[in-house]
């Protein structure tokens, strides 16, 4: 009888130390399984914030070629105003040089006609003395 206690006792004993080896084990178990939902959860965050720095950056290149794009299209713009405005100042120099020489042309027909009227008289003067 005794024997059989002890047995029973060992048996709960033993019994006693299983329960608590499964219940260690599943805790490990449970710690285990937190620890890759976190890593994972950390994981995931992570690549959510590259994947939003990137689309950050791709917009912002993006912002950048089109500001660029406008600056070349003024500095265009800007030529073109500079090319006319060269144009405009040379046609505006041919047209007063143009003036010049008409300006002084004409004065010189002018001074020579004169010439001719006072050669005239000068003739008409003699002739007058001559009679």
Do not use: G, L, M, S
Not at 48 to 55: D, G, I, T, Y
Not at 101 to 120: A, C, L, P
């Amino acid at each position: 009888r005794r024997e059989r206690e002890r047995e029973r006792k060992r048996e709960k004993e033993r019994e006693r130390k299983r329960k608590k080896k499964r219940e260690r084990k599943k805790k490990r178990e449970r710690e285990r399984e937190k620890k890759r939902k976190e890593k994972k959860e950390k994981e995931e965050k992570e690549k959510e914030e590259r994947e939003k720095e990137k689309k950050k950056r791709k917009k912002k290149k993006k912002r950048e070629k089109k500001r660029e794009k406008e600056r070349e299209r003024e500095r265009e713009r800007k030529k073109k105003r500079e090319r006319r405005r060269e144009r405009e100042r040379k046609k505006e120099k041919k047209k007063r040089e143009k003036e010049k020489k008409e300006k002084k042309r004409e004065k010189k027909t002018e001074t020579k006609r004169e010439r001719e009227i006072k050669k005239q008289r000068q003739r008409q003067k003699q002739k007058e003395r001559e009679k």
